[in-house]
């Protein structure tokens, strides 16, 4: 119809990333026949998967916010401004970098884009080394749209291991029960609208294991043949699995956004 060929290919979840289920008392939970449980770790274990596409540049969207054609226009318009504003910052990270590695940089325009474009707070005690570390990683745009009332994550800020402050998606798993009117009272949503760049200035990927946080992996309440059990589930892919790259937010139209969580979803409008 548009006189184009597409090149599709699907990867799958690896067997290897699975978690061990456990029973409630967090003894190893058996099947009827005696053998462990292994579960899918949620969607996390698919930071292998990303890892293995070479590509400078990579879009993230979940297959259940997909829309109709007659709905695609700003779709398409503001995928085009994230990869916009994403190799931007990418081209001004790579310039640094290289003035870093030569030596003799002035340090206080690399600071102000550090804080300013990247969003980064950098500790008083900051050096060189620091903002080497910090420009040197994957880098994400995450499109997020206002927040009305959707089930999912949002957009925080959070400290850091090395002293400094960044903006992360957090789900309210990660959230503490006294802090949770603070997520239900945030302004914006993450619709899991994502472009990403992840090689280096040197044109070498990033190894995206590296970049896991993996103090960020939680447990949730499920079952198994009418059993309760408890499941390890993997830092989320654009939560703790994405926690060490670069991520800015940019507010993107609302119709970008189409969820279709239930059946009755695809009675809104926009799926019509």
């Not at 910052?89 to 690399?110: C, N």
């Not at 884009?113 to 050096?127: G, H, M, N, S, T």
């Not at 990927?205 to 970049?211: A, G, R, T, V």
Request: hydrophobic share 40%; net charge negative; charged share 25%.
């Amino acid at each position: 119809r548009f006189g184009i060929r597409y090149d599709i290919s699907f990867s799958v979840q690896k067997p290897s990333t699975d978690t061990i289920a456990v029973n409630p008392d967090n003894t190893p939970f058996r099947q009827d026949d005696g053998t462990l449980l292994f579960r899918p770790a949620g969607h996390g274990a698919l930071v292998e998967n990303l890892n293995e596409i070479d590509a400078d540049l990579v879009f993230i969207k979940n297959i259940d916010n997909v829309t109709t054609d007659a709905q695609r226009g700003d779709t398409i318009r503001y995928k085009k401004v994230l990869a916009g504003i994403l190799l931007d910052l990418q081209d001004r990270a790579f310039e640094y970098l290289k003035a870093l590695e030569v030596g003799g940089a002035e340090l206080e325009p690399i600071v102000e884009f550090i804080e300013q474009r990247l969003c980064v707070k950098l500790p008083a005690d900051y050096d060189s080394a620091l903002l080497r570390a910090v420009l040197d990683r994957p880098i994400r745009v995450c499109g997020m749209v206002r927040n009305e009332g959707e089930p999912g994550g949002g957009p925080f800020w959070a400290s850091n291991a090395d002293g400094t402050q960044s903006l992360q998606i957090a789900e309210s798993s990660q959230i503490a029960p006294a802090d949770q009117p603070l997520r239900k009272a945030a302004t914006h949503f993450n619709p899991v609208d994502l472009v990403c760049a992840v090689k280096d200035y040197k044109g070498n990927k990033f190894n995206l294991p590296d970049y896991v946080d993996r103090n960020t992996g939680f447990i949730s309440y499920k079952s198994k043949n009418g059993k309760e059990l408890k499941a390890l589930e993997l830092p989320g892919l654009w939560n703790g699995a994405m926690s060490d790259w670069n991520t800015v937010f940019v507010e993107v139209p609302l119709s970008t956004f189409n969820p279709a969580k239930t059946v009755n979803d695809l009675l809104r409008e926009q799926h019509q």
